[in-house]
């Protein structure tokens, strides 16, 4: 008897991704800056004065221009790839979280790390959160003033395509139950003290992930009378993720890292 | 057309009130009144509001003493029934105390806008019962006025002591439930207070501002250009509209029309947008309801509606889609392809998939009779977008104050007319009409899109002329997801933006919320939150 395939058992296939490798990212995403040339020749002002967020800066060198972009801020609005065609380009491929803030910043003579599927990060994912709890990991999600764009993207966690529970984490209603914060917004004064508070109710051992520019750094609404200027203003961050907004598969990727971070800090 | 309407509404307001009127001038499709006294600001918006059948559009504050104006206020009343106009009453004040009289009890819109323009600018409104603070909680400094020019953006106040006193509902077996701001699920902060009596809600407080980023006030430090990624950033998920009215009102400034396919293109981007999410949300009452089947289905079609977004824009979230004059992103050939394939596909989906939800009468029974807003009550606070719509109120930007290229696709013949009115006249304003109106508008965008997709052959954009002329200004607005988003800018010197004033759907629309789960019970709270689909950013801005 020839075997009916999964479509024609379930009524529909199975949505869920398998492996996310680059190419299921368009090739038009707005993902990371990324630099054509080691030094920029010529007058750095219009390169970065285009940059609302000041995520660019540059870097004198005996008569060399180095140009450094702190991925924390950056919110990929692509005026500086306007501005300059010629020495940036936008390339569709998001930039990694990292532990080390200092880590975000990327010169114009320097790569970015290579990544793994979806899939393959959340296995490897699952077999840590085991070893480390011996359980599931659970994360409560706090918004700090964010624009909601974070919060789509982390609700889209949860739907059937990235379903991440498959991996073994949860996202739980209380602080209380919670191993991992994903903070995202830059931290506004009305909520500071919420925040503070939750992060206390969180049990040890606790990790704070700072979701996005505005979390990283402040982002597009920076550091005024009403925000702080990014979670770590607040509480103690562990890991960065940026991009505005990260994608699910940046945000997996974090969460790994997180982990990571737990088992050789043994917090 | 709307020169024959603004001059008749000239006539008509200078006919009656002609020696208390200092001038009046016109903008495009607004008429400006500017008053001699502000004592008559009750007297003019009764009259306009009552008589005219406005509804109240926006109220707009501005410090312009640096111009020798003092502070001034507008009161902007827009016409909802097919005449495209919007009718500003403005008024200056500059005594030695800073007040003008409040129309809270006439307009009870307004009563949100005047203490807002009282955290904002210290400016007392006489006679508003609620003297709360609104947008700087009790742990702000009293006399902080952060939107006036002599506050600095980056001032940094220090914490004072002070708690927010809910309104306590007294009696026997009568509980509180706090909830917030940081909640149970992937939302936004806000706080909830719930008097209870067994399950059923007795009365509910929302307090909200904690996602207060002080949006209008950065505004007045960016560059133009700056400012409108700031825009987009409002709310994310409801970037394009927001963008487009924050677009269309610097273009109304510099008087410029954007080329005809810029127009098709923002019209196609805003109603992606629109179906993006309006998905989430039917998946959201799916969701709870307990179905979770109807949720998981229709959060796959979000999600292909979002990687839609991804090839076409650039971002999953449509960031980056306009710009100043025109748009940022074009829709080729191959993309039309993309569209027409994917969109073809998921209105078959969204289709079985509602005609299933409505075969369970289980779900069915939790949304019927569940959340029921009042009509009156809801008219005069001024609702908006969907919440507006579900209870029969026919408020709609797209077709009221046409904006892209919507005009194209609302020539409704008289028998449709008739047939539209007759159906608003039988919603009963539960979630399960929310439902149906969701649906019914997402089937909507779907035709819109297609009619759209016959892109002119022209520019995305034009070129603005290089300097915007200092202290002009204009309302731009868009219908987003939410409802009618409405805002108003004044450009400063050397194409700087003077006044941001931003007014989203959730600002009018939140307090509804606080009348449609009385006399339901605390399960139900979620459900009938998730179908009016509140942006708290947006209220908080």
């Known amino acids: 008897m020839k075997r009916k395939s999964g479509k024609e058992i379930l009524g529909n296939s199975i949505e869920t991704v398998r492996g996310i490798d680059n190419q299921s990212i368009s090739t038009n995403y707005r993902g990371s800056i990324s630099f054509n040339k080691t030094s920029l020749k010529g007058n750095e002002e219009l390169i970065l004065d285009s940059c609302p967020t000041r995520a660019l800066s540059a870097i004198k060198d005996s008569g060399q221009t180095t140009i450094a972009v702190d991925h924390g801020k950056c919110i990929m609005c692509g005026y500086c790839n306007q501005a300059e065609p010629e020495f940036i380009t936008i390339k569709n491929k998001p930039v990694s979280p990292t532990k080390i803030k200092k880590l975000l910043v990327e010169y114009s003579n320097s790569h970015i790390q290579s990544e793994k599927s979806f899939e393959e990060i959340g296995n490897e994912l699952r077999e840590k959160i085991k070893k480390m709890f011996g359980r599931s990991l659970a994360i409560r999600e706090v918004d700090a003033g964010s624009c909601n764009g974070c919060e789509v993207e982390i609700t889209a966690l949860n739907n059937p395509i990235y379903d991440i529970e498959r991996f073994g984490i949860h996202f739980v209603a209380s602080p209380r139950h919670a191993d991992i914060l994903l903070v995202t917004g830059p931290a506004s004064k009305n909520m500071e003290m919420a925040l503070l508070r939750t992060y206390e109710a969180t049990p040890g051992p606790k990790i704070v992930i700072a979701v996005g520019a505005c979390a990283c750094s402040g982002g597009i609404f920076g550091d005024t009378y009403a925000t702080t200027g990014g979670i770590d203003k607040v509480i103690p961050v562990d890991v960065y993720i940026p991009g505005c907004p990260p994608r699910p598969e940046v945000l997996i990727q974090g969460l790994l890292l997180a982990v990571d971070r737990m088992i050789t800090n043994g917090k | ?541």
């Open chain 2, 1 to 541: 057309m709307n020169k024959i309407w603004i001059e008749e509404y000239k006539k008509d307001l200078l006919g009656k009130f002609e020696n208390r009127i200092d001038k009046t001038w016109k903008n495009h499709n607004e008429l400006h009144l500017f008053l001699k006294n502000e004592q008559d600001i009750p007297e003019i918006c009764n009259y306009v509001y009552n008589d005219l059948s406005t509804r109240l559009a926006t109220m707009i504050c501005t410090d312009e003493r640096k111009l020798g104006n003092g502070f001034v206020i507008r009161h902007v009343f827009g016409k909802e029934n097919g005449e495209d106009v919007f009718i500003f009453i403005t008024s200056k004040i500059d005594g030695a105390i800073l007040s003008y009289p409040s129309i809270a009890m006439t307009v009870p819109a307004a009563t949100l806008h005047e203490r807002e323009i009282h955290d904002m600018f210290g400016i007392i409104p006489i006679d508003n019962p609620d003297t709360r603070p609104l947008v700087l909680h009790e742990h702000w400094d009293k006399n902080i006025f952060p939107l006036r020019k002599d506050f600095g953006l980056n001032t940094k106040i220090p914490r004072q002591k002070g708690e927010y006193s809910f309104l306590k509902v007294h009696g026997e077996g009568i509980c509180e439930i706090p909830v917030g701001p940081v909640h149970a699920g992937i939302i936004e902060p806000g706080h909830f207070r719930f008097s209870v009596m067994g399950e059923n809600i007795i009365n509910l407080e929302t307090r909200l501002f904690y996602a207060h980023k002080g949006i209008e006030k950065l505004a007045e430090s960016m560059k133009i250009n700056d400012v409108l990624l700031l825009s987009e950033r409002i709310a994310g998920d409801e970037s394009v509209a927001n963008s487009t009215a924050f677009c269309q009102s610097i273009e109304k400034i510099a008087s410029v029309i954007i080329p005809r396919r810029a127009q098709q293109i923002r019209t196609i981007f805003g109603e992606l947008e629109r179906l993006y999410n309006h998905m989430g949300s039917l998946a959201g009452i799916s969701m709870d309801v307990g179905f979770a089947f109807g949720s998981a289905r229709l959060n796959i079609l979000k999600e292909r509606l979002m990687k839609l977004n991804e090839s076409l824009s650039g971002s999953r979230i449509l960031f980056g889609v306009n710009r100043i004059g025109g748009v940022r992103c074009d829709i080729t050939d191959e993309s039309k392809k993309i569209i027409i394939e994917s969109v073809g596909f998921i209105l078959s989906d969204f289709e079985n998939i509602v005609t299933l939800l409505k075969s369970k009468s289980s779900f069915i029974d939790r949304l019927k009779d569940t959340g029921i807003i009042s009509k009156q009550f809801a008219q005069d606070i001024g609702v908006v977008g969907v919440a507006a719509r579900c209870i029969g109120i026919d408020v709609d930007s797209r077709r009221d104050h046409p904006y892209s290229a919507y005009l194209l696709h609302r020539r409704e013949t008289p028998q449709e007319v008739m047939q539209r009115e007759i159906s608003m006249q039988k919603r009963n304003g539960d979630v399960l009409t929310r439902f149906e109106v969701r649906v019914q508008e997402v089937l909507e965008s779907f035709d819109i899109i297609k009619a759209s997709l016959n892109l002119e052959n022209d520019n995305l954009y034009i070129n603005m002329p290089q300097n915007l002329e200092s202290f002009r200004s204009a309302l731009g607005y868009a219908e987003s997801h939410r409802g009618q988003t409405v805002h108003w800018i004044m450009t400063g010197e050397n194409n700087s933006v003077f006044r941001y004033k931003i007014r989203t759907a959730s600002f009018f629309n939140w307090p509804i919320i606080e009348q449609a789960v009385l006399n339901d019970i605390v399960p139900d709270f979620p459900l009938i939150n998730k179908s009016l689909d509140l942006s708290y950013t947006g209220n908080d801005l």
